[in-house]
């Protein structure tokens, strides 16, 4: 446990906080004047969170454990814990990881307040937790926050602390649990990603995508039992751990042709198929490692017998049967809207979503539509395929038209009125990628044209690259990102439809990965 605010007693209450601490870090003041607090005034602690229509809820698992005088021996502070509720449930810990993924999602508290983070470190104090991998998150994402908004040397290096201490506890929490820890893993798995996004873009390390996948993806992936917490962890821990792979230039870890058959046999609601299209789009993209490295070898060693392996799997990755089917779903959940608020999207139209998780449906599914296409292409140029099922025009075509979805989703994304868009457009950063190798594919072609192209397609590929670019250093910009991802995003597109591998871009290196283990 920890006191929520470190600086002298002052004049301060809930409605008018006048110490800095509290007002830097946007969190309520709990300093008081009297040496103990009551419990109505307790309770008032609680009700500044709010629950996701908007209505004041007291019931969020804050506590009040105890006052305690500040250090120099004046006035009070409030000692705060995430507790169990007090009534009974049906599933405790389930409520209580609902709680936390609400109070660490991108949700906006009202319409006056900004979504996210922002907003959620208005109403949390400075630490949280009654189990030990939820409150070395919780410091986690506090510091990085904090470094975030700083950008000093020394917050960066305390939340650099923090994130090795958050993933030691996680670590120890799968390897040998002390209770039922089913909800309180996924929960601070989500609050460690949600630090990393502070910290810098995609720092995840590929030693945190085993721990995680190993106890938390593996039974989940086979029981067919999703929530939308667990789509976001497993999103990310998911692309990721492709990235390393296809710059390693090996078959991903999580490529198991076991997991593939416990995966086609199990059942899925058949009235869900958002979950069923998800759980299609992270299969298919899970073996997209394994092509780029068939089709590395194909450039370097035409083997007759290695082609045929390359066009089988491609093939397998391509699904034609599924493709009208997924298409036509998204097309019952999107509208294209040619009014465009952002001056800089070339192609002049919009998305328009009926829910969240439809929009990173569309992310994801295009861009796996974009690598299955670019390296189809790659194949088609390097090898010579007789008898296959891909026709070059045709398969040209859809890699246009998944790029142009990719840059309809981005545009929505930096002009929504529904989320926040530095959120929204994070989850886009892996899908503008693919999307910048489309439009690159298109550029060459443009100069030397195999088929003949639309009049939409014609005198594109420059501006629209141009424009991911701008996309990318916007991103950028919003996070508080080094220059490394502009200098690397041409080299991960070209990566990913089969180019040079790229083994020095891990994450964060091995002296990382080493102070992990």
């Keep these: 446990m920890f006191r929520t605010c470190f600086n002298p007693p002052q004049k301060c209450d809930e409605k008018t906080p006048t110490c800095s601490t509290c007002q830097k870090g946007g969190r309520l003041c709990s300093y008081e004047h009297r040496q103990r607090v009551t419990a109505d005034e307790a309770s008032k602690v609680s009700i500044y969170i709010r629950t996701e229509d908007g209505r004041d809820h007291s019931n969020t698992g804050l506590r009040l454990r105890r006052t305690q005088k500040a250090a120099s021996g004046q006035g009070s502070f409030s000692i705060l814990a995430l507790a169990k509720p007090a009534g009974p449930l049906s599933n405790a810990d389930s409520e209580l990881a609902g709680r936390w993924a609400y109070m660490l999602g991108p949700l906006p508290l009202d319409q006056a307040s900004s979504a996210g983070f922002y907003g959620v470190f208005r109403t949390i104090p400075s630490r949280l937790g ?36 958050a993933t030691r506890a996680l670590r120890l929490a799968i390897q040998s649990p002390v209770r039922d820890l089913a909800n309180a893993i996924p929960v601070a798995v989500l609050a460690l990603k949600h630090a990393e996004y502070f910290m810098h873009l995609h720092t995840f390390t590929y030693q945190f995508h085993v721990i995680a996948q190993s106890a938390l993806l593996k039974a989940q992936w086979s029981s067919g039992h999703w929530n939308e917490l667990q789509e976001d962890i497993i999103r990310t821990v998911w692309l990721e751990e492709i990235e390393e792979a296809v710059f390693a230039g090996t078959t991903s870890e999580l490529d198991d042709p076991l997991r593939h058959e416990v995966r086609a046999r199990a059942r899925l609601p058949e009235n869900d198929r958002p979950t069923d299209m998800y759980h299609y789009c992270m299969e298919q993209c899970i073996l997209i490692p394994r092509l780029v490295r068939l089709v590395r070898k194909c450039a370097s060693d035409p083997d007759e017998c290695l082609i045929q392996e390359t066009v089988s799997l491609a093939e397998r ?130 100069c030397f044209p195999t088929c003949e192209m639309s009049s939409l397609e014609r005198g594109r590929g420059g501006d629209m690259k141009e424009f991911c670019k701008m996309v990318v250093a916007r991103i950028m910009d919003m996070w508080h990102a080094g220059p490394d991802l502009l200098e690397i995003f041409e080299a991960t597109a070209e990566a990913f439809e089969g180019g040079p591998t790229l083994p020095g871009m891990s994450r964060r290196g091995k002296a990382w990965r080493e102070t992990l283990s």
């Design 130 to 165: 009654i189990d030990r991998v939820l409150s070395a998150a919780a410091s986690y994402t506090v510091d990085s926050h904090w470094a975030f908004m700083t950008q000093d040397s020394q917050h960066l290096e305390k939340a650099r602390r923090s994130g090795v201490r």
């Design 317 to 446: 990755i391509y699904d034609r049967d599924k493709q009208a089917f997924y298409e036509d779903l998204l097309r019952q959940n999107t509208a294209v809207e040619s009014r465009c608020q952002g001056p800089f999207n070339p192609l002049g139209r919009s998305l328009v979503f009926l829910s969240t998780r439809i929009f990173i449906l569309t992310g994801i599914y295009y861009m796996y539509r974009n690598m299955i296409c670019g390296l189809i292409l790659r194949m088609l140029d390097t090898a010579t395929v007789e008898g296959t099922v891909f026709d070059k025009c045709e398969i040209e075509h859809e890699d246009v038209r998944a790029a142009e979805h990719i840059v309809m989703c981005v545009e929505h994304a930096f002009n929504c009125s529904d989320g926040d868009p530095p959120f929204k457009a994070m989850r886009l950063h892996d899908p503008i990628t693919m999307a910048f190798g489309a439009w690159s594919r298109l550029a060459k072609r443009e």
